[in-house]
């Protein structure tokens, strides 16, 4: 699972945890972003978005960090980084990506999309009441068979939000770990507004025999 996580929360989490179980992932790998491809806000640093990463997903160890992107120079490209992960493991038979729903009619405009479409498959959270029909048939036909829909509880949670509640200084708990909540607060982070807009965090996941990288 990939993406800014700026910060990551609890809806991150939970659509890590359905994804593993609905398709049996070995492991979910959440992979922070260096630099999107189309910036949209600010974003804390790097090291304190992996370290947020750290805090939330310890004590499960079907989650692991990677740092992949971080440590790579430039855009972080999904299509470079599924490549990456694959050439580090190449016993890996099938390797998902995790994204939200808001962000599959995007993914014609991905970068190397077709390529990475042969490279991964898709497993795309939706909300209960989803109609995933009219979602799949938007797709092009070659996107459509490696797109793998799940229903997941609903949850009206973006990172945007905590940022703005944090800048308004209102409070973050049960929107985010509590060990997430004590770093933002050791580190002062975000005690200024950013813009509301916000990066499609999903990305590459994995599992029978596999890794995980959302918007």
Not at 108 to 128: G, H, K, S
Request: contains cysteine.
């Amino acid at each position: 699972m990939g993406g800014a996580f700026d910060p990551i929360h609890y809806a991150h989490l939970l659509s890590a945890e359905e994804a593993a179980n609905a398709m049996q992932l070995d492991e979910v790998l959440f992979i922070p972003n260096n630099q999107p491809p189309i910036p949209k806000h600010d974003v804390v640093s790097p090291s304190d978005r992996a370290e947020m990463v750290r805090l939330a997903i310890a004590g499960n160890p079907l989650f692991k960090l990677s740092t992949i992107e971080i440590d790579r120079e430039g855009p972080s490209y999904s299509y470079d980084t599924v490549r990456a992960i694959r050439a580090a493991r190449p016993s890996i038979e099938r390797l998902f990506f995790i994204v939200g729903a808001d962000a599959v009619l995007t993914m014609p405009n991905w970068y190397r999309i077709d390529d990475l479409a042969r490279e991964c498959e898709f497993i795309v959270t939706t909300r209960p009441g989803f109609d995933r029909d009219a979602l799949l048939g938007q797709l092009p036909a070659a996107l459509e068979t490696r797109v793998h829909p799940l229903t997941i509880p609903h949850v009206d949670l973006a990172s945007t939000v905590l940022r703005e509640r944090i800048a308004d200084g209102r409070g973050v708990r049960y929107l985010t770990p509590d060990a997430v909540v004590g770093y933002i607060q050791e580190k002062g982070l975000y005690r200024t507004l950013a813009p509301p807009n916000d990066y499609a965090n999903s990305r590459s996941h994995t599992r029978p025999s596999g890794i995980h990288a959302p918007s």
